[in-house]
């Protein structure tokens, strides 16, 4: 069904709770986060709960938090963002990686759905052990690494498929509009066409009956190659 995000306040209380679990019984958790703003929210939000265990952060993230800490200007909370970076441990090669299993932790890295980045070294040690979790917090493509680990707690190793021992979750920490959102700004521009795209098949079937009932513009689904002319 179409959804409206949970109450933030409640996702990032939960969100700590579900890792310090983990933490607590001796294991670790792995973040698969998006280089760009999602890695840099996560560590913040560790920050600002005042998180007691070590917190790493690895991948093309490292490169962008660099990048960020040039253009304080651009920043709602500066401060926080520099706090939240400083506070955290910067891979800097292999022998660190290594180093990070010695104690409960937990490491921020790319590629948030798995496709990818340095968060693949880590996949090996973690899924074995029940002790340990990955918590995804960003959209997971269909047909992608971190989705299949989502929905059927299993990972492809080259020529072999491994099942999940370690604890699974998603949180919804989307930057994006949900449906009421969406649904109050179309109102608001109260459209005689609308096209929607860039989202699940069956996610944009669902919405566009629920525009065509509460607003009644026209709403298309568009396939590839598909022309308009209004």
């Known amino acids: 069904a179409c959804i409206n995000h949970l109450n933030r306040d409640y996702s990032e209380k939960l969100f700590i709770e579900k890792i310090l679990e983990v933490l607590d019984n001796g294991g670790h958790v792995l973040i698969p986060s998006f280089a760009v703003s999602r890695a840099q929210e996560i560590l913040c939000m560790l920050y600002e709960h005042n998180f007691p265990y070590p917190i790493y952060l690895d991948g093309m993230a490292r490169v962008v938090s660099e990048i960020m800490l040039k253009y304080p200007s651009y920043f709602k909370d500066y401060s926080l963002l520099e706090k939240a970076l400083e506070n955290t441990y910067w891979i800097k090669g292999k022998k660190d990686r290594k180093e990070i299993f010695s104690e409960p932790s937990v490491i921020?890295?790319?590629?948030?759905?798995?496709?990818?980045?340095?968060?693949?070294?880590?996949?090996d040690k973690i899924v074995k052990n029940e002790k340990n979790g990955i918590?995804?917090?960003?959209?997971?493509?269909?047909?992608?690494?971190?989705?299949?680990?989502?929905?059927?707690?299993?990972?492809?190793f080259q020529n072999n498929v491994e099942k999940i021992k370690a604890k699974v979750d998603w949180f919804s920490f989307s930057s994006h509009a949900d449906m009421d959102g969406l649904t109050k700004f179309i109102k608001e521009t109260e459209p005689e066409n609308l096209i929607l795209i860039h989202g699940e098949y069956y996610r944009m079937l669902e919405f566009s009956k629920i525009i065509k009932e509460e607003i009644g513009c026209n709403v298309y689904l568009p396939k590839n190659k598909d022309e308009f002319t209004f």
């Not at 590629?111 to 693949?120: P, V």
């Not at 918590?135 to 492809?156: C, D, H, M, S, W």
């Open 135 to 156: 918590f995804f917090v960003g959209y997971l493509a269909q047909n992608t690494p971190g989705r299949e680990i989502l929905e059927k707690k299993v990972i492809q």
């Open 108 to 123: 921020v890295s790319p590629a948030g759905m798995l496709k990818g980045g340095a968060a693949i070294y880590y996949i």
